[in-house]
């Protein structure tokens, strides 16, 4: 399987940057209870924090509202998933356990303040791309309703687009039956490529501790826009 970085992405956004971890024989199943806790914790250590911050104080939102204008979609109408986050964490609506693959993710994307997606690798058809849609591209999302990609970075696979940082799609998401999947990080544009690596390997070496199995890490970039997973 390959995962590239299409060029009109890169033309519109020259520094942008995807984080990477493929991980293998994996165990998803209910969080453990400090993973519960943690999570728990931390969405309570924000709700106060966010009574004396505006969501735009907040580095990584501000970044992907730049990144929908940039490519000319609304970021007020369609939020990108660690701004929806925030907004539920602010309306005292904590996001509940699910299960560690899940929760796991929601932990990162709060923590570091991205919007990350985990997909099923068994249910991505030949390889991925991270394109900006165009009117034709959309899918079922897991918001319960159709979402239209126009204008909007997004991923599809050689069948259709599955996943976004805007919400991802039904096809591709990962349940307890998932044994190998990947997980990408919609890294801020400004992070340095060393640092945006080492983000990606740190979660990574957490959800296998949790989740057993192995882990591969990658960043693409404009000079390495494409790699190709074993």
Sequence with gaps: MKI??????????????????????????????????RLQLFQEQLFFELEEKELTDYAGIQAWRTIWRTLGADPNRYRNSVESLFRRIKKQNYIQPFHSAVDLNNFFSLQYELPIGIYDANSIVGNMNFSVGNEEDGYDGLNGRFNSMHNMPFLKDNYSPFGSPFVDSIRTAVTEETTEAIQLF?????????????????????????????????????NEPEISLD
């Design 4 to 37: 590239k970085l299409d060029h009109t992405l890169i033309q519109a956004i020259p520094n942008i940057k995807l984080g990477i971890n493929h991980y293998t024989k994996i165990t998803v199943s209910e969080s453990p209870q400090m993973l519960k806790g």
């Design 186 to 222: 919609y890294l801020q544009p400004t992070m340095d490529s060393n640092k945006a690596f080492e983000l990606t390997k740190a979660c990574g070496n957490m959800f296998t501790s949790i989740s057993g199995g192995d882990v591969q890490s990658y960043i693409l970039h404009a």
